[in-house]
């Protein structure tokens, strides 16, 4: 079974551009979840979508949005790009989401690297 | 301040040593706990998944312990090989139970290296 992808693997933008990330679940998988990861602030939730909606946020600024479609795949997107936006931008994908039910196990994309310059 | 902190920021062992990695959460109420390791320019990968009534996981070498009352988990790996050098973070689900709301709090990592 062919694992979570991202494309593209890396990027590199200016300041005051907008850019698009790309995720492909691992198939079957119904939840998209994007995060960010920068040396100085370690992981960040983003955002997660389920079933094409987003169903939780994290602390980000208007300028990240997201979406996901009907098959599952999810995009965000970073609008008018700032120095700091610089970072590993990862997808992860499940089956479900975590419920009283219980947790499902989630898996990681390799990862966007975005530099903005 | 984060609510999860993990200690020690970095270690360094040699081949063959035990070591165990801690993790102290703040987070309220809490569902899940999670280990994962990431190796240098990879995605993170699932190492282990407890929920508030599990004390411990073990997954190979890696064993996971959680404390919900003094809200501390442990990550201990026995034996190490060189290939355990990596980052070690901690993630807390704090979705209630029942409610499908879940916003994943993450530590900054436990960056380990193993020496021959």
Known sequence: KAGVTQTPRYLIKTRGQQVTLSCSPISGHRSVSWYQQTPGQGLQFLFEYFSETQRNKGNFPGRFSGRQFSNSRSEMNVSTLELGDSALYLCASSWGRDSGRGPYEQYFGPGTRLTVT | ?116
Request: aromatic content about 8%; glycine content about 6%; overall charge positive.
């Open chain 2, 1 to 116: 301040k984060n609510q999860v902190e993990q200690s020690p920021q970095s270690l360094i062992i040699l081949e063959g040593k035990n070591c165990t990695l801690q993790c102290n959460y703040t987070v309220s109420p809490f569902s899940n706990l999670r280990w994962y390791k990431q190796d240098t320019g990879r995605g993170p990968v699932s190492l282990t998944i407890m929920t508030f009534s599990e004390n411990t996981k073990s997954n190979g070498r890696y064993t996971a312990t959680l404390d919900a009352d003094t809200k501390q988990s442990s990550l201990h790996i026995t034996a190490s090989q060189l290939s355990d050098s990596a980052s070690y973070i901690c993630v807390v689900n704090p979705a209630d139970r029942g409610s499908t709301l879940g916003r994943l709090y993450f530590g900054r990592g436990t960056q380990l290296t193993v020496w021959p």
